[in-house]
């Protein structure tokens, strides 16, 4: 074979037009990831960029825009119930789903402001009852 998948460099979330001052407030202001520049070529489309880990979210304006209910990207997270916590004192809902519990991996989903599924993971927990 003469390629080879090197991995993911970015997903994209798609956002209504003038999504850029909400997706800073969600995506830098309470979860704390940097901007990135996007390149002068980008720019007038629209939307913004992040840094996550070491991958990149990328917003994108979408003129007919639905949020994304079902398909969503999963991030994984080192320390997820402070987390958990952290977004609920910024007033972000979040939805525990126990499905894979039993292999160790902690989840709950969360909506951005536009309506689009996030998934947040830490895996290798193991949960014992008290």
Do not use: Y
């Not at 991995?7 to 909400?22: F, K």
């Not at 979860?31 to 720019?43: D, I, R, S």
């Not at 609920?88 to 979040?94: D, E, G, R």
């Amino acid at each position: 074979m003469t390629f080879s998948f090197e991995g993911i460099d970015h997903i994209q979330l798609a956002a209504p037009a003038g999504c850029e001052e909400a997706a800073r407030s969600f995506f830098s202001g309470i979860l704390g990831w940097t901007e990135l520049p996007k390149p002068e070529a980008l720019k007038g489309r629209g939307g913004v960029w992040f840094q996550c880990g070491r991958h990149q979210v990328h917003i994108g304006v979408q003129a007919d825009f639905v949020p994304a209910a079902k398909a969503h990207p999963a991030f994984a997270v080192a320390g997820i119930d402070a987390l958990r916590e952290h977004l609920a004192k910024s007033c972000v809902a979040t939805i525990d789903d126990d499905a894979r519990a039993g292999e160790g991996v902690v989840r709950f989903f969360a909506n951005d402001p536009f309506g689009n599924r996030l998934e947040f993971m830490e895996t290798g927990i193991r949960r014992f009852a008290e």
